[in-house]
């Protein structure tokens, strides 16, 4: 039996308004998983997550978990999981949202209060709102509502509700490992993205890795006055000044060499849209070559982040006898972080100039990402967010990492990672103001249950 495309929305618009109401009480708890914050709040968000699996009477325990994180014996925040095994030859599928949230940060600069929510010109705003209740919400309403539109429910579900991605997600590699089973299976779905308007949705289907290492260049055993020695004797500043410029060709693309880049099709957006959206002064132009959407989707980028040099204030003559930095990297979807980081490596080495010694310290790796969109589970999911939108999905890149995916497919290497989501261009995640469109709230949940359904009836 399959569902029609009026069948769901019917069922949906039903109970919209329950499921709106209950991501409200979500948004009233202030589950900001920042060590700095009460832990408190985020068990109470723990466990109203576990009382909304509960209600969709589709498992038999719902656990709330702690795992060690990686970098302490402290445990990590409380994560929400659910599992049904799947009839014999079905597929099971993992769905993915986290309920901690950001801090609201500079409360003077909210419309209205981050954790009370409230409802403006079609949007829910609120901490929250979107970024990730509403992925919570667009799960639990759609289990909630499968068995109302299939005979029986076949399907291996997993329900996986984290407590601490916007913290960095310090116990997620434990975690995966101390609950494999649990969690093991064939497709996961991560609603913690958006879609590319509100008119239309989105798969996100890359995603850069990133490199980030300390740099430090050394010219000298100690500082030398500018007067007596400058001219002569290089200082650290101008090595390290030289060895930039030679990150870049003249249009400012990337010019190491071994650092790959990919192509993937992008969807019409101009190089205007890009200057209004960045805010890049009138004067100066935009960097790189290709589409404007492919420089940050499918090619490496290099952003020194930070650097250690006396400050101005403080500037005395002297020649700086060494400079430290921090480096960013961001790496092509299909080039391994390890490889990309091992390019730069070389090329530093290469064109340092004047012979100056480098140190490579603190690297920090993330893998990219990236969807095989003709797997069966990536084409469900598609058909099914153009029939809900009642628009062609966009495959959309992100030029970002969410380094959590990566461990997923280390953990799960055999899992199709989908990764969806309610947001939008205005959601304003992680900012003041945040809000969810409540039109495309609806549509996630359609297309979330079409998939449902559909997959119910899939044996792979
Ligand atoms: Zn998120």
Redesign the pocket.
């Known amino acids: 039996m399959t569902a029609s495309i009026s069948d769901v929305r019917s069922v949906v618009s039903q109970t919209f308004p329950q499921s709106l109401n209950e991501l409200k009480d979500l948004v009233r708890i202030p589950s900001v998983s920042w060590s700095s914050f009460d832990p408190e709040q985020v068990a109470r968000s723990a466990q109203a997550v576990s009382d909304l699996l509960a209600g969709t009477n589709l498992f038999e325990d719902v656990f709330i978990l702690r795992s060690q994180k990686s970098d302490s014996k402290e445990l990590g925040q409380p994560a929400v999981v659910a599992r049904r095994n799947p009839a014999p030859g079905m597929p099971t599928v993992l769905l993915y949202a986290?309920h901690d949230v950001q801090p609201p940060g500079d409360l003077a600069m909210w419309e209205s209060s981050p954790f009370e929510p409230e409802e403006r010109s079609g949007r829910l705003h609120g901490r929250g709102a979107a970024?990730?209740k509403a992925?919570i919400m667009a799960h639990v309403t759609s289990l909630r509502l499968l068995p109302e539109l299939v005979e029986n429910v076949e399907l291996g579900i997993v329900v996986f509700i984290e407590g601490e991605?916007?913290f960095g997600s310090p116990s997620f590699e434990n975690f995966l490992s101390d609950h494999h089973e649990l969690l093991a299976s064939d497709v996961i779905v991560v609603a913690?993205s958006g879609n590319w308007n509100t008119e239309t949705p989105a798969l996100t289907t890359t995603l850069r890795g990133n490199a980030t290492f300390k740099l430090t260049v050394r010219t000298l055993d100690h500082a030398l006055h500018s007067g007596m020695f400058g001219g002569a004797v290089p200082d650290a500043f101008m090595a390290f000044a030289g060895l930039v410029s030679s990150f870049y060709t003249p249009s400012g693309s990337v010019a190491v060499e071994g650092l790959h880049r990919s192509s993937v099709p992008t969807p019409e957006y101009s190089d205007e849209q890009m200057r209004e959206e960045s805010g890049v002064l009138d004067s100066v132009s935009l960097i790189g070559d290709g589409h404007v959407l492919g420089r940050l989707w499918s090619q490496p980028s290099i952003s020194v982040t930070g650097i250690d040099i006396p400050d101005v204030a403080n500037a005395s003559n002297t020649l700086l006898p060494s400079v430290s930095a921090r480096i960013s990297v961001r790496v092509a979807p299909g080039q391994s972080a390890s490889e990309a980081f091992s390019a730069i490596q070389q090329h530093i080495t290469e064109h340092i100039p004047f012979g100056a010694i480098v140190e490579f310290e603190d690297v920090n790796l993330g893998e990219a990402f990236s969807t095989d969109t003709s797997g069966w589970a990536a084409q469900s999911i598609s058909h099914a967010l153009t029939q809900s939108w009642d628009q062609e999905v966009v495959n959309m890149g992100v030029g970002g990492s969410i380094p959590f995916i990566s461990s997923f497919v280390s953990a799960f290497p055999n899992a199709q990672v989908l990764v969806t989501g309610v947001e939008d261009p205005d959601s304003r995640?992680h900012s003041p103001n945040e809000s969810l469109h409540i039109e495309s709230f609806e549509k996630a949940i359609v297309a979330e249950l079409l998939f449902l359904v559909d997959l119910n009836s899939k044996k792979p």
Do not use: S
């Open positions: 986290h970024d990730d992925g991605e916007e913690d995640a």
